[in-house]
């Protein structure tokens, strides 16, 4: 028997209760960058891609130090306590080990006892697909009542410092969101996850795992640092953004104007702009915080929205939008009511 969407949503739904992130407190200014490279880059940044500093990690700080700060800070704003979490998931391509998870080490040392966790990646379209994840779970299983979501990243532990396509944009950080149940209709509006895998090839770290383990020959090769191998078209993410935005929109019976706030990926404040202008809305609607946070990967969408929640503008009834993007190349879209 099918069931109503929107009734379905009535009598269990998934909702975000939290929010709340963390960034390292090393800034990076782009005339570091000056210094470094031994040309001026602060100008393009500026110009181009209006990053004007961006927050790395010390040399003994890593992504689940940052995981715990930013859970810290979503706990505390939810009320709840770590032992009231059903379900951790941490999305990152940059984890604490390759084995075991970054989700298990926090589960540890915050002592969600009464948590099961565990890590995906769908590199900087992580934090989208957790949520989805997140949202199916709560939705089906009366178990999961509190989930913890964290999109993480350390990118700048894996930078050729002298690659200046790589080493002026990826930065560090990670946000986290609680989600909870709710039974008044608000929440988990719609969701979509899509993936152009032809591009797998294209950017990322192509060794440390068992297709090309560490060696010699791969550090001499800087293969355990991330790398555009090819540049990938820039008209890709609009095109595959406002197309799946206004997907979910129509399934919604809502126009792309009625949403309230567009949270994507931070990769190309002009990708943003462009999509955008695509669908007809006001460019003020997007969060931007790449200006002073560089490009966090799969941590960029819940630091904005944590950002966003923080700033009083996101209020409660807004419907919002997330669109994630990155290498592989993976998608995820989702609507929420606030």
Request: glycine share 8%; net charge negative.
């Amino acid at each position: 028997m099918q069931v109503d969407n929107l009734s379905s949503r009535k009598q269990r739904n998934a909702s975000i209760k939290s929010t709340g992130s963390y960034a390292p407190e090393r800034k990076v200014p782009n005339a570091f960058f000056n210094e470094l490279l031994g040309e001026d880059v602060d100008t393009w940044l500026k110009q181009h891609v209006q990053i004007y500093e961006r927050r790395w990690c010390s040399d003994d700080e890593s992504t689940a130090d940052l995981v715990e700060k930013a859970c810290s800070k979503a706990l505390k704003n939810a009320g709840l306590q770590p032992q009231d979490i059903d379900l951790l998931i941490v999305a990152t391509d940059t984890p604490e080990y390759i084995s075991p998870s970054t989700a298990s080490v926090i589960q540890d040392r915050m002592k969600m006892v009464n948590a099961g966790t565990f890590d995906i990646n769908t590199a900087c379209a992580g934090f989208v697909t957790g949520l989805d994840v997140a949202a199916k779970y709560i939705q089906s299983d009366e178990q999961y009542n509190h989930i913890l979501v964290v999109g993480a990243y350390t990118m700048s532990k894996y930078l050729h410092m002298h690659d200046k396509k790589t080493v002026t944009l990826f930065a560090d950080g990670a946000g986290a969101i609680v989600m909870g149940v709710s039974k008044n209709g608000e929440g988990y509006l719609q969701s979509k996850l899509a993936t152009r895998g032809e591009f797998n090839s294209w950017m990322g770290i192509y060794s440390g795992a068992s297709h090309h383990p560490v060696t010699h020959e791969a550090i001499n090769h800087h293969d355990h640092q991330l790398k555009f191998v090819q540049k990938i078209p820039t008209h890709i993410n609009p095109e595959v953004w406002s197309r799946m935005i206004l997907d979910l929109c129509r399934k919604e019976n809502i126009g792309p104007n009625d949403v309230d706030h567009y949270f994507f990926t931070q990769i190309n404040i002009n990708s943003i702009f462009e999509t955008m202008d695509k669908l007809g809305v006001e460019r003020s609607k997007a969060a931007t915080i790449m200006h002073y946070y560089g490009y966090t990967g799969s941590a960029c969408i819940p630091m904005a929205l944590d950002e966003w929640v923080q700033k009083g503008l996101v209020k409660t009834g807004d419907t919002v939008c997330f669109m994630g993007s990155g290498g592989g190349l993976a998608f995820g879209a989702s609507l929420y009511k606030m």
